[in-house]
């Protein structure tokens, strides 16, 4: 069983982790799915049907693909990642584009600096396995979420096909601490994306956790054959 100290001890590590990333993230991200994340955060965007006069959370929002995306839609839209570079990098594109309708804000998705039931929207692209506990994390997220409000996660999955799930972790455990050694000269921290994945419970797991906290309706949309997932929830 995870303990406090557990959950801490892991959220350093992963600030840690994404510290020594954050200047070469984006670039790793396209070349390791051919440019296909942006396709899957569209995908993200495009479900999440965010709106003028809505608020809405991208948590753990790193370099901020989903959350530019969102805030193109018109709602009020804020930003929170743990770490600080992350959050740099994700200032730095909102400066470039002189945008300004994104507000960024550091913040441990497990002590959420927000309201109960304050938001009609939530999204978390490649965060939720992250979590030093998951089961907090969405206990924060039902929390500040309104009834009736929506949680989108995007992140790996793991393939119902045993084939394709056998390639796909090989393409995890190999091919991508490669580009992670060529890019950032760091191989541990995209060979850690295999080691989270296997404790994460993809699909049908975190679609149970949906349900025990009494979400109205949890939909599954698998990508590439179950390699990435989306879950569309109502609370
Ligand atoms: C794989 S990145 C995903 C970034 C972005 N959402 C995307 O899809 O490109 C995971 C992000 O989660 C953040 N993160 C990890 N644990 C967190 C926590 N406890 N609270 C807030 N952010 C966290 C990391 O700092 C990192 O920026």
């Not at 584009?97 to 804000?105: E, I, M, N, S, T």
Request: net charge positive.
């Amino acid at each position: 069983m995870e303990t406090a100290s557990d959950s801490t001890r892991h959220t350093h590590k992963v600030d840690q982790l994404f510290g020594a990333i954050a200047a070469r993230y984006d670039l790793v991200n396209d070349i390791q799915s051919l440019g296909l994340h942006r396709v899957w955060k569209r995908r993200v965007v495009v479900l999440a049907n965010f709106n003028e006069g809505e608020t809405g959370l991208d948590l753990c929002c790193g370099t901020g693909d989903i959350a530019i995306g969102l805030a193109k839609r018109g709602g009020a839209l804020v930003g929170m990642d743990l770490n600080r570079p992350m959050l740099l990098q994700a200032a730095a594109r909102l400066a470039k584009r002189g945008d300004q309708c994104v507000r960024l804000a550091q913040a441990d998705a497990l002590n959420l600096p927000l309201g109960n039931h304050s938001l009609d929207l939530v999204t978390i692209g490649y965060g939720l396995r992250n979590l030093g506990s998951m089961e907090d994390g969405l206990r924060e997220i039902t929390r500040v979420l309104k009834p009736g409000g929506r949680l989108l996660i995007l992140d790996f999955g793991k393939p119902a096909n045993r084939l394709l799930r056998s390639a796909y972790y090989l393409y995890l455990a190999w091919i991508l601490p490669v580009f992670g050694w060529l890019c950032c000269g760091n191989a541990s921290a995209y060979a850690y994306i295999l080691d989270s994945l296997k404790k994460y419970p993809a699909q049908k797991g975190v679609a149970a956790k949906l349900d025990l906290l009494g979400y109205k309706s949890v939909q599954i949309i698998d990508i590439m054959g179950g390699t990435m997932s989306i879950h569309v929830a109502i609370k």
